[in-house]
């Protein structure tokens, strides 16, 4: 069937079932806000829009006076950018999907934009078409490739008139957002497509609806691209494909809908801050706690990281990454490809969560027990109940627990001067 440009029609098409089953991607904030790199990827937005006093000072301070937004441009030279590097590290991070920034609300294109004049990464800074880049390294190494895209452009002088006219006229959505996004999809035929700055004008002003209706029906990828909900002014969390509903969203609860979680390992900052400092970082623990309650809602998790203005991820970036995807080594079989179970997390704890695959349930717990016995008392057993761990040879003794659900008897951990790793997996057969 067709659909038409309005939600009802929009909202009614299936969702491509790879998204589900991947879980896990990476975000990535790059432009030219990672050449002040300071604050936060709205630096022009907190300087010149808010003139806030501390990114003034921090303006006048190191760069000489006049100094323009646009300056920064050239010294976002994406030198040191290896795409195959990049696509290697996501991998082994254990990413299915991958997300970049084309162009964030400061309006410069990581690709060469036919109506972004002198404002992007092939005619200014560096010189190369960023995001066919990364989507030819991607591409070979078999990973899912999203681009995000921000409707709006702080200082757009058209966006600026068609804000004036209480967004009535729409040169701006004309002229360059939507030659934008149509471009996007025709050269990169992306799998995804993150929108974002859809909050200041109603979808009669983006064309939103049109533009989706054309991407379902006639687009290059019509049957496998995948969007969020960020399409107009009161989309979010009602509209779309999946669900962000808003950044670092947590539902408590498991959601109804398809949604996803992006984080960022800079508690402070989407894009790369050089002055961050450790304690401003997300530690491995905490990444595997939001990916696991994520999951277990039925989320997909977007982590995000911010590079450099060369196109360098800093060490402590991929150190977070790879240790994800080293904990995925081991109890990727609970996460991808996993549904909700009909109970997300223990009662009387928020330390241990559900998913599951078929009749086969994951319990995945993120404190190892003092005692070394694991309680559980939602899954209900049966003389056939199997216990395995993931990553550990063997099976596990079990009995009926006294109350309801069972007792796991863990392997036994020798003491060890490192912290143990965050998170460890039971897999139980044959449970209710």
């Not at 200082?155 to 030659?179: H, I, R």
Request: hydrophobic content about 35%; overall charge neutral.
């Amino acid at each position: 069937p067709r659909y038409r440009p309005d939600w009802a029609s929009l909202d009614a098409r299936p969702l491509p079932a790879w998204f589900d089953q991947a879980k896990v991607g990476v975000f990535v904030h790059w432009g030219v806000f990672s050449v002040p790199a300071w604050g936060s990827e709205w630096f022009w937005w907190h300087w010149q829009g808010e003139h806030r006093p501390d990114y003034q000072r921090f303006v006048q301070r190191r760069y000489p006076p006049d100094t323009t937004y646009a300056d920064f441009a050239p010294h976002f030279t994406a030198h040191d950018f290896q795409p195959r590097k990049w696509a290697q590290l996501f991998q082994q991070a254990g990413a299915r999907y991958v997300v970049l920034t084309t162009k964030h609300h400061e309006g410069f294109t990581n690709w060469g934009s036919p109506v972004s004049w002198n404002w992007n990464s092939v005619d200014t800074g560096p010189h190369r078409d960023l995001v066919g880049e990364l989507g030819q390294a991607l591409r070979e190494s078999n990973i899912r490739y999203g681009l995000y895209h921000s409707l709006l452009e702080w200082f757009n002088p058209l966006y600026l008139a068609d804000k004036e006219s209480g967004f009535k006229t729409q040169n701006f959505v004309l002229k360059k957002t939507m030659p934008e996004l149509y471009d996007l999809v025709l050269k990169y035929k992306p799998d995804l497509i993150w929108s974002d700055g859809d909050w200041e004008a109603p979808e009669s002003y983006w064309n939103s609806t049109s533009f989706l209706a054309w991407l379902y029906n006639d687009s290059p990828v019509k049957d496998t691209v995948v969007v969020n909900d960020r399409w107009c002014n009161n989309c979010s969390c009602h509209h779309g494909g999946y669900y962000n509903c808003a950044d670092k969203y947590k539902p408590g609860t498991l959601p109804t809908h398809k949604w996803e979680m992006c984080s960022s390992i800079d508690k402070l900052s989407w894009g790369y801050r050089s002055n961050m400092n450790i304690a401003e970082l997300m530690d491995e623990a905490s990444i595997i706690e939001e990916l696991v309650q994520t999951v277990s809602f039925g989320g997909n998790y977007l982590l995000n990281v911010g590079p450099t203005k060369e196109g360098v991820i800093v060490p402590i970036f991929q150190e977070r990454l790879l240790a994800l995807g080293t904990w995925l080594d081991t109890n990727g079989e609970a996460i991808y490809e996993s549904k909700p179970w009909r109970v997300q997390m223990e009662n009387s704890t928020d330390t241990v969560w559900y998913t599951s695959k078929g009749p086969v349930v994951y319990a995945i717990f993120l404190i190892w027990p003092r005692d070394n016995v694991l309680k559980l008392s939602s899954p209900i057993p049966s003389p056939a109940t199997q216990v395995t761990m993931l990553g550990f040879a063997g099976t596990l003794k079990w009995q009926k627990s006294p109350g309801k659900g069972l007792l796991i008897t863990l392997p036994y951990m020798l003491p060890s001067p490192l912290p143990p790793q965050s998170g460890w997996t039971v897999k139980l057969e044959g449970v209710k």
